[in-house]
Nanobody, 120 residues
């Protein structure tokens, strides 16, 4: 599986960005895609994930502001980020993983990160 993340950039607080994660190759063992982020000095955290059936889950810090979606025809998962805050500044990564029950398990398929910088 190869994942390519794009769409990052510099935006003012309150603004919006849409990230894209294009997948190619076999994803037979994966049934979900997750978006993670990592800010300097912080651990990588799961921000949102979507299953192959379209079920979504979000971190509390982004609920109501971020929306994850997928276009199966394009093998692409999107992360629409609205009402951005300076604390959303991080490198964002997409990951192919799987969901068991309510828990997401990351597999070792990562796209190169895309930097999101939110200025105050």
């Amino acid at each position: 599986v190869q994942l390519q993340a794009s769409g990052g950039g510099l935006v003012q607080a309150g603004g919006s960005l849409r990230l894209s994660c294009a997948a190619s190759g076999s994803t037979a063992s994966s049934n979900a895609i997750g978006w993670y982020r990592q800010a300097p000095g912080n651990q990588r955290e799961l921000v949102a994930r979507i299953s192959s059936g379209g079920l979504r889950n979000y971190a509390d810090s982004v609920k109501g502001r971020f929306t994850i979606s997928r276009d199966n025809a394009k093998n692409t998962v999107y992360l629409q980020m609205n009402s951005l805050k300076p604390e959303d500044t991080a490198v964002y990564y997409c990951n192919a993983g799987y969901v068991v029950g309510i828990r997401y398990y990351a597999m070792d398929y990562w796209g190169k990160g895309t930097l999101v910088t939110v200025s105050s």
